[in-house]
């Protein structure tokens, strides 16, 4: 049995432009990105210049209006870009997600004035964008913020420090969410910060196991002075476009699961088939096969499950719990494909000739990002049972 090398996805495309889309990012991610990943993953180093090509693609700003620089594509198509990039590269795949986070405030609750000002350049105008949501000591517990955003005159002054900040460092802009008034969910504003404003610094980015290449940092703000024009909705209405934010950016985590997954399981079924033991392939081996068909059911479960999330999203239908629901699936999915693809490849999985480890390593991290696992149980439960007894 020859060797079989791993065939595009089969996409259920709702037009010829987005099967051209599509086409366009395969290109990309073939010419550009995957061939340098392991290298630049292993050399932490960030890719600046594949955002730079993403923008100029058009690719960094898919899911927004036309008039101000998005690609007026629906959830459904930017997911599936989402997970060919994922699929090449985590780090790039991951970013576009965090980058379409950041953007999602100003898109959906800013001023036409504020619209029409900054818009252009976050989604075209080759800006990265970071989401200052977590701090060193609220994760979960996001309502339980400490930066401070204090009114002086016209202005704002910003100072505290968010943690986990992915782009810590490289952003050229913020959304930052900080208290403005009393404790809990309704004291707390959104803000659009620029990345060179006087004031904001970041820390050394987090030494961590996997993603080596996107740079995660705190980011400290220092009396940052902002003008009352770069405040986002109502004062107070921060937490609810957090929360708005949120919802959509869990489907992005997922979609970028299931590329993960995917090349996985692309380099398991390519292993599989071309290594022979006792005279055969061991693709022929009962054991191994059925490992691989679980492998690739679990995948398709996931992604059917984030682009009905995605669709409900698109016909304006309440889509939380089921974006929840693929969040959590597609990462644990994307955790038990890459554990397997490294017992498939046996001791070559354990070592960095083959990229089965690295999937295995980030794998990791998109069970804890943008709501770990164990907060999308709470948040499916509550739609299910209500909210908890106090």
């Given at each position: 049995?020859?060797?079989?090398?791993?065939?595009?996805?089969?996409?259920?495309?709702?037009?010829?432009?987005?099967?051209?889309?599509?086409?366009?990012?395969?290109?990309?991610?073939?010419?550009?990105?995957?061939?340098?990943?392991?290298?630049?993953?292993?050399?932490?180093?960030?890719?600046?210049?594949?955002?730079?090509?993403?923008?100029?693609?058009?690719?960094?700003?898919?899911?927004?209006?036309?008039?101000?620089?998005?690609?007026?594509?629906?959830?459904?198509?930017?997911?599936?870009?989402?997970?060919?990039?994922?699929?090449?590269?985590?780090?790039?795949?991951?970013?576009?997600?965090?980058?379409?986070?950041?953007?999602?405030?100003?898109?959906?609750?800013?001023?036409?004035?504020?619209?029409?000002?900054?818009?252009?350049?976050?989604?075209?105008?080759?800006?990265?964008?970071?989401?200052?949501?977590?701090?060193?000591?609220?994760?979960?517990?996001a309502a339980s913020l400490r930066t401070k955003a204090v009114r002086d005159g016209d202005s704002w002054v910003l100072t505290g420090t968010k943690a986990w900040i992915t782009h810590g460092g490289v952003a050229d802009f913020c959304t930052v969410l900080a208290r403005t008034g009393g404790e809990g969910a309704r004291g707390i504003t959104a803000f659009l910060v620029p990345g060179d404003a006087e004031g904001l610094s970041a820390a050394v980015p987090e030494k961590k196991m996997g993603m080596k290449g996107s740079p995660t940092a705190q980011v400290h703000f220092d009396g940052v002075r902002i003008p009352d024009g770069r405040r986002i909705g109502e004062e107070g209405q921060g937490f609810a476009i957090a929360l708005s934010a949120l919802d959509s950016g869990r489907l992005g985590i997922a979609a970028c699961a299931v590329g993960v997954a995917q090349a996985a399981l692309d380099e398991a079924v390519a292993y599989a088939t071309g290594r022979e033991q006792f005279g055969r392939p061991i693709a022929d081996f009962q054991g191994l096969r059925f490992m691989l068909a679980d492998m690739a059911t679990r995948i398709e479960a996931g992604r059917s499950l984030y682009l009905t999330a995605a669709r409900l999203r698109d016909a304006g239908r309440p889509f939380a719990r089921q974006a929840a629901m693929a969040k959590l699936f597609c990462t644990d999915t994307a955790m038990q494909v890459t554990i397997d693809a490294v017992q498939v490849l046996g001791g070559y999985g354990y070592t960095a000739d083959f990229p089965v480890e690295r999937y295995m390593r980030e794998a990791k991290v998109l069970q804890i990002v943008e709501g770990t696992n164990q907060i999308q149980r709470m948040v499916i439960a509550r739609h299910l049972a209500g909210p908890e007894s106090r």
């Open positions: 049995m020859p060797d079989r090398a791993p065939q595009p996805v089969d996409r259920q495309l709702p037009t010829d432009e987005a099967r051209d889309l599509i086409s366009l990012v395969r290109d990309i991610a073939q010419r550009e990105i995957a061939p340098k990943a392991a290298e630049e993953e292993d050399a932490g180093r960030f890719p600046r210049e594949i955002f730079t090509l993403l923008s100029e693609s058009g690719l960094l700003g898919l899911p927004y209006d036309s008039e101000y620089g998005g690609g007026d594509q629906p959830y459904e198509v930017y997911l599936q870009v989402l997970e060919e990039l994922a699929a090449a590269r985590l780090t790039v795949g991951l970013g576009v997600s965090v980058h379409s986070l950041a953007c999602h405030a100003l898109a959906n609750y800013g001023t036409k004035e504020q619209q029409v000002e900054h818009l252009p350049d976050m989604l075209g105008g080759g800006l990265l964008g970071a989401y200052c949501l977590s701090e060193p000591a609220s994760g979960s517990d």
